[in-house]
């Protein structure tokens, strides 16, 4: 048997087992050569076809879809990664529920302004030759920080 030297882009698409608008458009890409019209070079290209689907198994020189294929499952094993680690910090105690976080955290500062609202009332059972307009203007300034404390969080 006697292989031509040239072929169709139809006798071409049969041998890779793909379509004659495949062959085109990997002629378009450069993945394979044309010589003249709609003639193929029948060994430089499955030679050329070939390194390019070794290149793509690869994940060198792949064309466009697989290579948005490749990192697109490289981002979905990233993401089972972190949702692994996610899962073993919560099993640890080392992250916890944002809704416990907040209610401790909401319990702490109500405590921490209670605390901070009964000083002037100490201060002047501590200091009692302080005059009222002493006090209030105590009571006033922990208030006015409380304030800007709340605001600026």
Not at 57 to 69: F, I, K
């Amino acid at each position: 048997m006697t292989i031509p030297a040239t072929v169709s882009a139809r006798v071409l698409a049969n041998l890779f087992g793909v379509s004659p608008q495949t062959i085109q458009a990997y002629a378009a890409r450069g993945v394979i050569v044309r010589q003249g019209r709609g003639s193929y070079p029948l060994a430089e290209n499955v030679q050329r076809y070939t390194r390019h689907l070794r290149d793509a198994a690869s994940g060198r020189g792949a064309d466009e879809a697989t290579s948005s294929l490749t990192d697109e499952r490289t981002r979905l094993a990233r993401e089972r990664a972190d949702e692994a680690a996610l899962k073993n910090a919560k099993l640890r105690r080392e992250m916890l529920p944002r809704e416990e976080v907040l209610a401790r955290w909401s319990t702490i500062l109500r405590n921490v302004s209670a605390r901070m609202r009964a000083v002037p009332s100490r201060v002047r059972a501590q200091r009692p030759h302080l005059t009222r307009e002493d006090v209030d203007l105590i009571d006033e300034e922990i208030r006015l920080a409380l304030t800007e404390a709340a605001e600026n969080a």
